[in-house]
């Protein structure tokens, strides 16, 4: 694009970019992890030679330098960088009002209606600034130290941006890219050149051009800025200010003013995102590289620097770390930088291979490294396909060399028609989906594209000096976990089966898998095994656990270090803070959550703990009041005794004398059950039958028949309080006959008693849903049952028996087929009806029945016609 076609702004721009030229500064305008980018650095790094190397990123980072620039260090890698802010914590309502209320008693003429009440409260900010090969920011660091050129980072420090709220709160990249990919200017680049993203576009304007041309740095980088230029024309000042990218900008600016003062004569690179370069020229330009004397700098800073730590402990602190190129890539939600670093990776050796053959003469195109390349990806695909047992009904799982010569063809034609030097990434999707896809493309299932999205992506894992200094608890898991054979040399998930009870080596993988899971530090997940807190698969002998080492592991790490250096310290702190908490008001069941908090301290093996647990519960078995509560702490407890070998719970004694505390202490809750309540009954009722279930499952030692004979004595005292409650009346007495406390002739007594025709029917039919929710064999065993609901059936009026038809539909869907027809057998007995009778064979029709069906369907479809509903039926 010609200079006089640009908008004025930056045909002034690129005039001081010019000027600055003159005075040996120069910038490279990069678009993150940009292969084409970091060759253009390159070459212009090569050329200049320069004293200085100023990189876009957190002034911050300047402790680590060496550590990056250490021969141990292998992209990809990451800094992680943390602040610690405070931030406005805003009241509630009612707090607001008091506060208003003191406010004004303090001074009446005050206007509180604009003052922001809040207390302040201390969150951490975390964000990471990755590094590959191909990024234009490590190319630069390389190439500084090749020339010993003094590296330094221009950008607002971590903490400072944090401030700003320029980031999201959690997982930030301090190299997003969001105002391009939003960009209308280029959404409408897009639609002209027929791409699909901005991606497309980047790639078809830059990554595709001849290594020569990019090898170009001055035209190649005055396309970039324009490129990245014409999308911030569309943002206003105060949007950029709002945002923190013009304090950004300063900053840097002020950095690069302070360098030449001190030193004319340096020679300068400035390696910054595009999207910041226009304002670093006019910025520039418009101060003329004028600033202020030494002492006016130092004053400035001392003032700036004051202010900036004020209130402030240990706001900025980095740490390198590997990353992974599964977390680099843009598709998996990265916010900056390319897609497919594998891809790209290779693009980048082809780069380097191309300019080491140029300088020793041998002469091979760029078109020809990139159809090698192009070649060597579809090769690595098809294979990868072929090793997949079933990926689509579209896709030949058996890929042989037509559809892989296809591919190859479709791939250099594409590349050809659309005018690039050599195929492109965009150009071997395209020739993948054209050969290996049959049919529609929408026809393909996930899994087709998921290959193809690994095999581009790649799961290459970063190396850091092993001397560098890191977090005490970062370096203590990762020896944990090497010490237990997990494999931590990629970010691939894998799986762990854990013999937990024959081997004690595998029941110290178990515990520290649960403690990494408590701390919710995301490095494992477990997909089998008994299950303690439920009560389910409690006879397995294995656990199956899904575990990944990725960076988020790391970083969430760090995080925790601030708590602590030991993973055990940290993790008993966070259990006595939910004991604390059980303090609080509102806590209605504290005995649930206190064997839950006690099943935690067991599965990551804190017996001392567990035992203080123990004695905690004691007393808040004591004051609990709920029945539910109670219950479902007992079935909690029977669990933990049922795994105590697997636990190791040293104070089984004390468990099972808490284990027997809990029916006696539910027995005098029992009288709760009397409400009246509907949906209450309802859950009356199934905290009844979980107690009946506790009391059948406890342990020997506890003398269970004495205990039963307990819980039916107190059944019995409570039913004259029930007759408000008849779900709970029902399922009484339907127990009571199970257990034998009662006869039939007995339970026939209560049933006639209870089906009395002055009895309301929604009461028969909640006595009758109790009935038969705790025994469905009582409609067949009780002759008494089916004959008083008969006779109330017939007695009842059509409106009566209308009302109740949903409930008794209800209860009688607790029976089995077998049941209902044994019922229906029996009914069909007392009225004399055969049992052909009530068959009802829907495949026997006559050729008379089907003519009537055939006209009446044609009578139908031509009265929707005539109404024109046609399309209203089909919607």
């Given at each position: 694009m010609s200079r006089s076609q640009l908008p004025q702004r930056l045909q002034h721009a690129l005039i001081g970019k010019d000027a600055l030229q003159q005075q040996q500064i120069y910038f490279a305008p990069v678009r993150h992890h940009s292969p084409a980018c970091s060759y253009a650095v390159r070459q212009l790094i090569n050329q200049i030679k320069p004293t200085h190397v100023l990189i876009e990123a957190p002034a911050s980072f300047s402790s680590i330098l060496d550590e990056l620039l250490h021969h141990e260090t292998e992209p990809p890698i990451a800094i992680l960088c943390q602040a610690d802010i405070q931030i406005a914590k805003y009241l509630n309502n009612e707090e607001q009002a008091i506060g208003n209320k003191q406010d004004n008693e303090k001074d009446n003429e005050k206007d509180n209606d604009n003052e922001l009440l809040s207390a302040t409260e201390l969150i951490t900010r975390t964000a990471f600034y990755p590094f590959c090969s191909y990024s234009p920011e490590w190319q630069a660091m390389q190439l500084a130290k090749k020339y010993h050129a003094n590296i330094q980072f221009i950008d607002l420090p971590w903490a400072e941006q944090a401030v700003q709220e320029m980031m999201p709160k959690h997982d930030a990249s301090l190299l997003c890219e969001t105002y391009l990919k939003h960009s209308e200017y280029i959404t409408q680049l897009a639609r002209k050149l027929h791409c699909r993203d901005h991606d497309e576009v980047w790639e078809h304007l830059f990554e595709l051009r001849d290594f020569?041309?990019?090898?170009?740095?001055?035209?190649?980088?005055?396309?970039?800025?324009?490129?990245?230029?014409?999308?911030?024309?569309?943002?206003?000042?105060?949007?950029?200010?709002?945002?923190?990218?013009?304090?950004?900008?300063?900053?840097?600016?002020?950095?690069?003013?302070?360098?030449?003062?001190?030193?004319?004569?340096?020679?300068?690179?400035?390696?910054?995102?595009?999207?910041?370069?226009?304002?670093?020229?006019?910025?520039?330009?418009?101060?003329?590289?004028?600033?202020?004397?030494?002492?006016?700098?130092?004053?400035?800073?001392?003032?700036?620097?004051?202010?900036?730590?004020?209130?402030?402990?240990?706001?900025?602190?980095?740490?390198?770390?590997?990353?992974?190129?599964?977390?680099?890539?843009?598709?998996?939600?990265?916010?900056?930088?390319?897609?497919?670093?594998?891809?790209?990776?290779?693009?980048?050796?082809?780069?380097?291979?191309?300019?080491?053959?140029?300088?020793?003469?041998?002469?091979?195109?760029?078109?020809?490294?990139?159809?090698?390349?192009a070649l060597q990806f579809l090769s690595n695909i098809v294979q990868q396909l072929r090793k997949q047992q079933s990926v689509d009904n579209g896709v030949n799982n058996e890929i042989g060399l037509v559809p892989l010569k296809s591919a190859i063809e479709q791939t250099y034609l594409l590349a050809e028609l659309r005018g690039h030097c050599g195929p492109g990434r965009y150009d071997l999707l395209d020739g993948i989906q054209s050969a290996f896809i049959k049919g529609s493309i929408h026809d393909v299932r996930g899994e087709f594209w998921q290959i193809i999205h690994r095999t581009l992506s790649g799961d290459q894992f970063g190396k850091i000096p092993s001397n560098i200094a890191s977090p005490p608890l970062v370096n203590e898991v990762y020896a944990m976990l090497k010490k237990y054979r997990f494999k931590l040399d990629d970010t691939l998930p894998k799986i762990a089966h854990i013999d937990i009870y024959r081997k004690p080596e595998h029941r110290q993988r178990s515990r520290f898998l649960h403690l990494l899971a408590f701390l919710d530090v995301g490095f494992a997940q477990r997909l089998d095994g008994p299950n303690y807190q439920y009560g389910t698969r409690l006879t397995?002998?294995?656990?199956?656990?899904?575990?990944?080492?990725?960076?988020?592991?790391?970083?969430?790490?760090?995080?925790?270090?601030?708590?602590?250096?030991?993973?055990?310290?940290?993790?008993?702190?966070?259990?006595?803070?939910?004991?604390?908490?059980?303090?609080?008001?509102?806590?209605?069941?504290?005995?649930?959550?206190?064997?839950?908090?006690?099943?935690?301290?067991?599965?990551?093996?804190?017996?001392?703990?567990?035992?203080?647990?123990?004695?905690?519960?004691?007393?808040?078995?004591?004051?609990?009041?709920?029945?539910?509560?109670?219950v479902d702490c007992g079935h909690r407890l029977l669990y933990l005794w049922q795994g105590r070998d697997f636990l190791a719970l040293n104070d089984s004694v004390t468990l099972l004398a808490l284990l027997a505390k809990v029916p006696r202490q539910a027995f005098f809750l029992l009288d709760t059950l009397k409400q009246s309540d509907e949906q209450q009954q309802q859950e009356n009722f199934n905290t009844l039958l979980s107690l009946r279930d506790l009391l059948n499952n406890l342990p020997e030692q506890l003398n269970s028949k004495k205990l039963k004979q307990d819980f039916y004595f107190n059944l019995q005292r409570l039913q004259p309080l029930l007759t408000q409650a008849p779900l709970i009346r029902g399922a009484i007495d339907s127990l009571c006959y199970l257990d034998s406390q009662i006869s039939q002739s007995e339970l026939d007594e209560k049933i006639k008693i209870a089906f009395d025709l002055g009895a309301q029917y929604e009461q028969v039919s909640s006595y009758l849903t109790g009935l038969i929710q705790c025994s469905p064999e009582l409609l067949i065993q009780s002759s008494q049952l089916l004959m008083s609901l008969d006779e109330l059936l017939v007695h009842w009026d059509q409106e009566k028996f209308i009302q109740i038809l949903p409930d008794l539909r209800y209860a009688f869907a607790k029976l089995t087929p077998k049941q209902n027809a044994t019922?229906?057998?029996?009914?069909?007995?007392?009225?004399?009806?055969?049992?052909?009778?009530?068959?009802?064979?829907?495949?026997?029709?006559?050729?008379?029945?089907?003519?009537?069906t055939l006209a009446l369907e044609f009578a139908i479809c031509q009265y929707i016609n005539q109404q024109q509903l046609q399309d209203w039926f089909k919607r």
């Open positions: 020569a041309d990019i090898a170009n740095w001055r035209t190649f980088f005055e396309d970039t800025f324009i490129w990245c230029a014409m999308a911030r024309l569309e943002y206003t000042a105060s949007s950029l200010e709002l945002e923190g990218s013009s304090q950004r900008e300063q900053h840097m600016i002020t950095a690069i003013r302070q360098l030449k003062q001190s030193m004319p004569e340096a020679k300068i690179v400035v390696v910054t995102g595009g999207f910041h370069t226009l304002a670093l020229y006019e910025g520039l330009a418009n101060a003329k590289l004028i600033v202020p004397n030494k002492a006016k700098i130092n004053k400035v800073n001392q003032q700036r620097e004051a202010k900036q730590w004020q209130n402030k402990r240990d706001s900025d602190r980095t740490w390198l770390i590997r990353y992974s190129f599964e977390r680099l890539d843009a598709l998996n939600g990265y916010f900056a930088g390319m897609p497919s670093p594998t891809y790209y990776q290779e693009v980048w050796q082809s780069m380097l291979a191309y300019e080491q053959n140029y300088e020793q003469n041998q002469a091979q195109t760029t078109q020809d490294h990139r159809q090698a390349q397995i002998m294995f656990e199956d656990w899904q575990y990944q080492w990725t960076p988020m592991v790391e970083a969430k790490l760090i995080e925790l270090s601030q708590q602590g250096t030991r993973l055990e310290h940290i993790a008993l702190q966070k259990l006595h803070l939910l004991m604390e908490s059980l303090t609080e008001d509102g806590i209605t069941q504290p005995c649930q959550l206190v064997v839950q908090i006690m099943l935690k301290a067991a599965l990551m093996g804190f017996p001392s703990y567990f035992t203080t647990l123990l004695t905690k519960l004691s007393k808040y078995l004591d004051t609990d009041n709920t029945l539910s509560s109670l019922i229906a057998e029996k009914i069909a007995k007392k009225y004399h009806i055969k049992k052909q009778s009530m068959d009802f064979e829907q495949y026997k029709f006559s050729d008379d029945d089907l003519q009537k």
